[in-house]
């Protein structure tokens, strides 16, 4: 056994004194016992006793037991769960308060079975878990607890953690649980278990938490090729932030504008997304997941691209004649919409082809009123009582496609004089007979000539 006094008479508060024990390296349940004594005639503590239990020559991290008054001998326990090829080391520090008195330490001993007092942990397994879950501590224990005992699960270098629940078994067994919530990297370390109870502390080993970020791409994925209903794509998702291994790939795609979005998995490097609109701007972008509750990482990057245009579904129907002239020729057909074009560009052209002159003439232009809801076309500078054969050709970047013809005949319209040079008489003796010709235009059927 060691043995220890430290006299506070004449100190300044905060000066301190060790005694450290040997290296211990324990296969099997022990127990460390000791007796201790912090007393002072004025009745103000001379001081604080603490209790650090360092493992493998690391930090020392936080006390396990302390106090600072006691009046008579006491005895503690310490149910320290450190267990070979791990080693430790028991540091007793008294820290002075300024005021006069003893702090004495005596019969440190190291028992070869289990505590009386103070239950015993179990080995404590590392967790390892997703930045922002939740990381449970199970912390099993031989020996009993009461509501008096204080646990806690004790960090080095990071916060400590609050009991969250805790099972009993029986008499000898029980677990105690412990969460780290909302677990960032700050959050990773070294943990152990902390019980202290009336009779002294239980201690276990440390476990790591371990806190892994979701991966995200780095680059936005590649584009391979474009259809009008279809984009294939490279993933280009070796690049990472975070952590691996990645056990699922996912392809997010929504429309630049609007708010469809849809989430495909995906089991290789490239992938087909099918079943898209023409001629619309989509972004995609890849989500990876990690083993674990929460594993799936943010969206990466997103690829900006468009689809091409498709062909035109149909041509353009119910072509009708609103108003005929002797000149012009009014027409209208069914108002259309993209589900038709199928490309935000398109034009609309009126052909039209009529007879003048003994050739055919043929003519296009371009109609504009084509958003309208009751869209028509006027075609001018016509010949009247002419056949006239008219179509609408709806066109995009990918193709074209025709209605069906419609044959309007003008009106007839005044026709043009006879012409004077042509008009020749022989004259007779009781009458004057003439003949001329027809009119240059004759505009129609000629129901009468006068003289």
């Known amino acids: 056994g060691s043995f220890m006094l430290v006299n506070t008479s004449g100190r300044y508060s905060g000066q301190k004194a060790h005694l450290l024990m040997p290296h211990l390296k324990e296969n099997d349940t022990h127990c460390i016992d000791f007796h201790y004594y912090v007393s002072s005639k004025s009745g103000a503590s001379p001081g604080t006793l603490n209790v650090y239990v360092k493992v493998n020559d690391g930090p020392i991290g936080n006390p396990v037991w302390n106090t600072s008054l006691t009046a008579t001998w006491s005895r503690a326990e310490l149910a320290i769960s450190t267990f070979w090829p791990n080693f430790y080391q028991v540091v007793f520090e008294v820290v002075t308060s300024g005021h006069s008195g003893y702090v004495a330490i005596d019969e440190v001993k190291v028992l070869g079975h289990p505590c009386t007092k103070t239950p015993h942990f179990l080995r404590l397994q590392s967790v390892e878990v997703n930045a922002g879950q939740f990381a449970t501590f199970q912390c099993t224990a031989n020996g009993g607890t009461d509501s008096g005992d204080r646990l806690w699960l004790q960090g080095i270098y990071v916060r400590d953690a609050p009991l969250k629940d805790i099972k009993v078994f029986n008499a000898r067994r029980f677990v105690a649980l412990f969460s780290v919530v909302n677990a960032t990297k700050r959050d990773a370390g070294n943990y152990r278990c902390m019980i202290r109870t009336e009779g002294g502390v239980g201690v276990s080993n440390y476990a790591e938490l371990i806190v892994k970020e979701p991966p995200v791409p780095i680059a936005p994925p590649q584009l391979s090729s474009v259809g009008a209903t279809y984009l294939w794509i490279q993933l280009n998702a070796n690049s990472i932030n975070g952590d691996g291994p990645i056990i699922q790939r996912e392809v997010e795609y929504r429309t630049s504008s609007g708010s469809w979005y849809d989430i495909q998995p995906v089991d290789s490097t490239s992938y087909k997304i099918g079943h898209l609109d023409p001629d619309t701007e989509y972004e995609i972008s890849v989500l990876l997941t990690r083993p674990g509750e929460g594993g799936t990482g943010s969206p990466g990057p997103a690829l900006k691209t468009r689809t091409k245009c498709a062909d035109p579904m ?98 007839e319209d005044v026709p043009s004089a006879v012409p004077l040079e042509s008009i020749q008489g022989s004259t007779f003796e009781e009458k004057i007979f003439l003949q001329w010709r027809e009119p240059a235009q004759t505009y129609g059927v000629i129901t009468l000539y006068e003289v």
């Open 314 to 411: 149909r041509g353009p129907r119910r072509l009708e004649v609103v108003e005929i002239k002797s000149r012009q020729i009014t027409i209208c057909w069914e108002p259309f919409g993209y589900n038709v074009t199928r490309c935000h560009r398109y034009n609309l052209t009126v052909h039209y082809r009529y007879q003048a002159g003994g050739q055919e003439q043929v003519r296009e232009e371009v109609s504009w009123d084509t958003e309208s809801s009751h869209p028509q076309h006027t075609i001018t500078n016509l010949s009247p009582y002419t056949n006239v054969s008219i179509k609408l050709v709806l066109m995009n970047p990918e193709g074209r496609k025709e209605s069906q013809e419609l044959v309007v005949q003008t009106d």
